[in-house]
């Protein structure tokens, strides 16, 4: 998951700058030195380069230089091989068997093999980092000679190829696992090294091109320099006026930049936005408890107006939180909940709180100012007393995570494989499950989807959406068309599921 505009720590990032700083002195980005030269404007910046601590979103193109991952994601959100050449399931789906390459070398020349690879997922799952659960269905992780890797899970998991490819996937030496600068030094054997001496934390992340990469086809540029700006008009200015070559924008900037005839404007189908409705169960929140006052939620916020005025009309309306690309997309879903102030307030009155009830959730200078006024206003009209608890930018995520509320605003991508998106909110284990609600219904179809052979499955991932929708397990407003911006030098395509486009996705428009 990620919020929109999302700043890094800035203690954090300090930490990094320190420790890589006085190991050489910089050159300016742009200046020539590289005959194909690849600058990017990044609205965040690593806290680590640990894989074990690495994110998705924008994350990966500080990642993806230096690190392959098992499997590569392609633009379509399929997957192909990377350092797995090939893969198979057995055993009802619990257990999958990799072949790997065996012509791979770490930048630090220690030789990519099985036992490499099973170390750098066993340190992944056992890390305790951010994205640790989409391993979480492993059991246990074994090789058969250098180049076969066998993955034994407890129960199928329909997302594991795809989670892959992501930072679960990333492959690093084993030899930095006990380097105390783990954080800083990242060793890989991907297209690129970061280049220490160049790079300034908070100013330029440099890379260049790792001569001796198995494959040159991915190895489009001799240079690459991702620059972190906060700011999306620095980052728009950098772009207008040549010092980059691509960056993320947001609604507010689309119109800005198609004036400019030098730029294109690129989307993607990005985030469903609105309220995650944490507390099924009524832990925190017992109103929250009754499926009519979740349904009375859903009815109380005018998302045409919040997509028009907030948005500025670029998205989708919504009641559902997969990717219309996903096996559970059902349309008919997306016009479920229609504003309906008297219905909502009908709908508490049944559930026996005519009067509404108290309602306090996170918030912080990640989200747009306009939201928690809107949520407020919205959910007054029927009843709802909405109260916001301010929290440091730094502390939001965690601080959503913490148990203590019993919803939150939240942007969450939607995958491409429905169960990504299921493993990260539905399953009574999933992070973002974080008061552990639990539904024989739903534990039924999570079974049956598991069990399923082949391209059965997609019928029961579509009833699984339909009863989330009825039950309003969350309150989805809109998915957002995520814009991307380039300029005139580069060409490149969009990531499906994926705020930013992947790094292998880029390429010289000369």
Same mark, same amino acid.
């Given at each position: 998951?990620?919020?929109?505009?999302?700043?890094?720590?800035?203690?954090?990032?300090?930490?990094?700058?320190?420790?890589?700083?006085?190991?050489?002195?910089?050159?300016?980005?742009?200046?020539?030195?590289?005959?194909?030269?690849?600058?990017?404007?990044?609205?965040?910046?690593?806290?680590?380069?640990?894989?074990?601590?690495?994110?998705?979103?924008?994350?990966?193109?500080?990642?993806?230089?230096?690190?392959?991952?098992?499997?590569?994601?392609?633009?379509?959100?399929?997957?192909?091989?990377?350092?797995? !050449?090939?893969?198979?399931?057995?055993?009802?789906?619990?257990?999958?068997?990799?072949?790997?390459?065996?012509?791979?070398?770490? !930048?630090?020349?220690?030789?990519?093999?099985?036992?490499?690879?099973?170390?750098?997922?066993?340190?992944?799952?056992?890390?305790?980092?951010?994205?640790?659960?989409?391993?979480?269905?492993?059991?246990?992780?074994? !090789?058969?000679?250098?180049?076969?890797?066998?993955?034994?899970?407890?129960?199928?998991?329909?997302?594991?190829?795809? =989670?892959?490819?992501?930072?679960?996937?990333?492959?690093?030496?084993?030899?930095?696992?006990?380097?105390?600068?783990?954080?800083?030094?990242?060793?890989?054997?991907?297209?690129?090294?970061?280049?220490?001496?160049?790079?300034?934390?908070?100013?330029?992340?440099?890379?260049?091109?790792?001569?001796?990469?198995?494959?040159?086809?991915?190895?489009?540029?001799?240079?690459?320099?991702?620059?972190?700006?906060?700011?999306?008009?620095?980052?728009?200015?950098?772009?207008?006026?040549?010092?980059?070559?691509?960056?993320?924008?947001?609604?507010?900037?689309?119109?800005?930049?198609?004036?400019?005839?030098?730029?294109?404007?690129?989307?993607?189908?990005?985030?469903?936005?609105?309220?995650?409705?944490?507390?099924?169960?009524?832990?925190?929140?017992?109103?929250?408890?009754?499926?009519?006052?979740?349904?009375?939620?859903?009815?109380?916020?005018? #998302?045409?107006?919040?997509?028009?005025?907030?948005?500025? &009309?670029?998205?989708?309306?919504?009641?559902?939180?997969?990717?219309?690309?996903?096996?559970?997309?059902?349309?008919?879903?997306?016009?479920?909940?229609?504003?309906?102030? #008297?219905?909502?307030?009908?709908?508490?009155?049944?559930?026996?709180?005519?009067?509404?009830?108290?309602?306090?959730?996170?918030?912080?200078?990640?989200?747009?100012?306009?939201?928690?006024?809107?949520?407020?206003?919205?959910?007054?009209?029927?009843?709802?007393?909405?109260?916001?608890?301010?929290?440091?930018?730094?502390?939001?995520?965690?601080?959503?995570?913490?148990?203590?509320?019993?919803?939150?605003?939240?942007?969450? &991508?939607?995958?491409?494989?429905?169960?990504? =998106?299921?493993?990260?909110?539905?399953?009574?284990?999933?992070?973002?499950?974080?008061?552990?609600?639990?539904?024989?219904?739903?534990?039924?179809?999570?079974?049956?989807?598991?069990?399923?052979?082949?391209?059965?499955?997609?019928?029961?991932?579509?009833?699984?959406?339909?009863?989330?929708?009825? =039950?309003?397990?969350?309150?989805?407003?809109?998915?957002?068309?995520?814009?991307?911006? !380039?300029?005139?030098?580069?060409?490149?395509?969009?990531?499906?599921?994926?705020?930013?486009?992947?790094?292998?996705?880029?390429?010289?428009?000369?």
């Amino acid at each position: 998951m990620h919020s929109p505009g999302r700043k890094t720590a800035v203690a954090a990032a300090a930490a990094l700058m320190l420790a890589l700083s006085g190991c050489g002195g910089g050159t300016a980005a742009n200046s020539g030195s590289a005959t194909k030269e690849l600058v990017l404007g990044a609205g965040v910046e690593p806290q680590s380069f640990d894989p074990a601590q690495s994110r998705e979103a924008q994350f990966v193109q500080y990642f993806q230089p230096v690190f392959d991952t098992l499997v590569r994601r392609l633009p379509s959100g399929e997957t192909t091989g990377m350092l797995a !050449t090939g893969w198979e399931y057995a055993r009802n789906n619990t257990r999958l068997t990799l072949k790997l390459r065996d012509d791979v070398k770490f !930048t630090d020349g220690t030789a990519f093999d099985a036992e490499a690879a099973k170390a750098n997922l066993d340190r992944f799952r056992k890390a305790d980092g951010p994205l640790s659960g989409s391993l979480g269905a492993v059991k246990d992780i074994s !090789t058969s000679g250098a180049a076969t890797l066998v993955i034994d899970l407890s129960t199928p998991d329909p997302s594991l190829v795809y =989670n892959l490819g992501g930072p679960a996937g990333l492959m690093q030496s084993t030899k930095q696992f006990d380097n105390p600068d783990i954080a800083t030094q990242p060793v890989g054997s991907g297209a690129y090294r970061l280049d220490r001496g160049q790079t300034t934390p908070g100013a330029k992340y440099v890379y260049t091109a790792n001569k001796d990469y198995w494959n040159p086809e991915l190895q489009k540029f001799d240079r690459i320099v991702i620059e972190p700006m906060a700011d999306e008009n620095a980052r728009l200015n950098a772009l207008r006026s040549g010092q980059i070559d691509g960056a993320i924008g947001t609604a507010k900037t689309i119109s800005q930049v198609k004036a400019v005839k030098t730029l294109t404007v690129h989307t993607v189908s990005g985030d469903w936005q609105g309220l995650s409705l944490f507390d099924r169960g009524g832990k925190k929140v017992p109103a929250l408890r009754d499926v009519k006052v979740r349904q009375a939620i859903n009815y109380a916020i005018d #998302k045409k107006a919040v997509l028009k005025n907030v948005g500025l &009309g670029y998205g989708e309306v919504t009641s559902q939180i997969f990717n219309p690309a996903s096996e559970a997309y059902v349309k008919e879903l997306d016009d479920r909940y229609e504003y309906d102030v #008297k219905k909502a307030k009908s709908l508490l009155a049944e559930a026996g709180y005519p009067n509404g009830f108290a309602l306090k959730m996170p918030s912080s200078s990640d989200v747009d100012p306009a939201i928690p006024q809107v949520v407020k206003d919205q959910l007054a009209a029927v009843g709802i007393k909405v109260s916001w608890t301010n929290v440091p930018s730094a502390q939001y995520q965690p601080e959503q995570q913490s148990g203590k509320y019993g919803a939150a605003y939240t942007a969450f &991508g939607q995958q491409v494989v429905a169960w990504g =998106n299921i493993s990260q909110l539905i399953t009574e284990k999933a992070p973002w499950n974080v008061l552990g609600s639990k539904d024989d219904k739903v534990d039924g179809l999570l079974s049956k989807i598991t069990t399923a052979s082949g391209g059965d499955s997609g019928g029961t991932y579509r009833e699984l959406n339909t009863y989330l929708v009825e =039950n309003a397990w969350f309150s989805p407003w809109y998915r957002i068309q995520q814009p991307y911006y !380039t300029g005139p030098d580069i060409t490149v395509e969009m990531q499906n599921g994926q705020a930013v486009p992947s790094i292998y996705n880029y390429a010289s428009a000369k």
